[in-house]
């Protein structure tokens, strides 16, 4: 099958999974139905064409196929009695079926676990062995989360529809977890699993063009793609990790830059600042600058202190301290630590750096130490081991 079926039926998937979940509010039955009707389409496009209305021909393949389904359980006879076969689907007219998905994947009944694990499957179409991959568990323990999450959902009764837009903040943490995991994973020999940041930004999207008048949704979607514009000169050669004081800038993704900036200049114009806004210009700020010596730090350092109002976040307190450092001299920075991170290795690989550049270099190699002792990283083991080597008394 071509690449561009594929992109079709991947964009159909969720979709026609939505379709059927509205009508019979059965995840499990439903997504076996809309494999089998993806199935068919992957071996009856590529000789016989795709239709005039691909979503409309998955969805009456798949309510045929559920049909016969459900017909195979007694339980669910007079369900099947009072089910018709739409002979031709007509779009719901005000709701996108693969936002209410999206947002029916993140019910609050879940854990974030299985919310990302739910969102992935469902509505990012990856499968069980791929999620399971990503996220370094075995197949067998991501099949009973998802089965889990699907139960979770059937059993909290919530009607298929859209819910009001207060659920919005959760999808977007997701998402928003799902980009972090792609772009930083937490372990493994990799730094990067492309597959899920892709995945995290293609889901924004379909928020965004759903929610274009939201500010946060296009700061999130700024923020993902000002980020992952980094991403090609984030590792070396070997797959080491590359700091951002080190990287070529010419490597990083021009094209994701301007979309990123235009997107986070417009949001912020609308006078209605939050995290993913402030955050999107603060790597705004990063990509923009010529250097990591030009960089505009005092810029930095007040959009950090912006971003505190919102949340006392120790991973923003932290950066907040790096951004201080460089301003007024590594000691002000050092002052700024707190140890809210605890065990987390970012806390003591920023001491550790923060020490390198105070000259205290036997107190900055063993920090550097403690934190690849606590990293889970591959890379990030050996980029802080690296470092620490280096330095001499």
Partial sequence: MTSGFEDLLRELAPQVLAALVRRYGNFDTAEDAVQEAL??????????????????????????????L????????????????????????????????LFLCCHPSLSPPSQIALTLRAVGGLTTAEIARAFLVPEATMTRRISRAKQAVKASGVPFGLPADDRLPVVLHVLYLIFNEGYAST??????????????????????????????????????LLTDARRPA?????????????????????????????????????????????????????????????????QIVGLYELLLRFSDNPVVALNHAVAVAMVDGPLKGLALLDDRLGDDHRLHSVRAHLLEM??????????YREAARRATSLPQQRYLNARADRLTD
Avoid at 358 to 367: L, N, Y
């Fill in 234 to 298: 984030r590792t070396g050669p070997n797959g080491e990790l590359v700091p951002m004081a080190e990287q070529d800038r010419n490597l990083w993704n021009a094209k994701d830059i301007a979309e990123g900036v235009g997107l986070v200049t417009a949001a912020l114009s609308r006078g209605e600042p939050g995290p993913y806004q402030l955050q999107a210009a603060i790597a705004a700020v990063h990509d923009e600058s010529p250097s990591y010596a030009q960089t505009d730090w005092p």
């Fill in 39 to 68: 199935l068919a389409a992957a071996q009856q496009w590529p000789a016989g064409g795709v239709p005039d209305n691909p979503k409309a021909w998955l969805i009456t393949v798949a309510s045929r196929r559920l049909t016969d």
């Fill in 70 to 101: 459900l017909r195979s359980e007694s339980a669910r006879q007079r369900r099947e009695s009072t089910w018709v076969v739409p002979e031709h689907y007509t779009p719901a007219p005000t709701a996108d079926d693969s936002l209410v998905l």
């Fill in 187 to 224: 372990a493994g020999p990799s730094l990067h699993r492309v597959e899920l940041s892709a995945e995290a930004i293609r889901l924004t999207r379909m928020v965004h063009r759903l929610r274009p008048d939201d500010a946060e949704v296009a700061g999130l979607l700024a923020l993902m």
């Fill in 358 to 367: 105070s000259g205290d270099h036997a107190a900055a190699r063993a920090s």
